[in-house]
């Protein structure tokens, strides 16, 4: 029996997350868009945790820059999501306040 080369297993994956992710995101009906954005700020906190791994954790006495190159980008992308969220989420939930 054949094996599959793990790399193009791993393509395959995010090719296919990122199909499934724009049919989710896009089929959304409007008045659930805040509770998607706490989702999302949610998911980018855990690439945060992952991002941070990446950058302070030693591979297994393989000290690649490569690794902590992509997980310094990933962790400031993610921070600026996280950021952004917020202050959607902030803006839409003031819509809904009572004015004076």
Do not use: C
């Amino acid at each position: 029996m054949e094996q599959i080369d793990p790399f193009i297993f791993q393509v395959s994956i995010f090719v296919l997350a990122i199909f499934v992710g724009y049919f989710v995101v896009w089929s959304v009906t409007p008045a659930l868009h805040t509770p998607l954005m706490a989702v999302t700020n949610a998911i980018s906190s855990v690439i945060v945790v992952g991002a941070l791994t990446a950058v302070g954790v030693a591979l297994v006495g393989d000290d690649s820059w490569v690794a902590k190159g992509f997980g310094f980008v990933a962790l400031i992308l993610a921070s600026i999501n996280i950021f952004g969220g917020f202050l959607v989420t902030q803006r839409m939930l003031s819509m809904y306040k009572k004015k004076d």
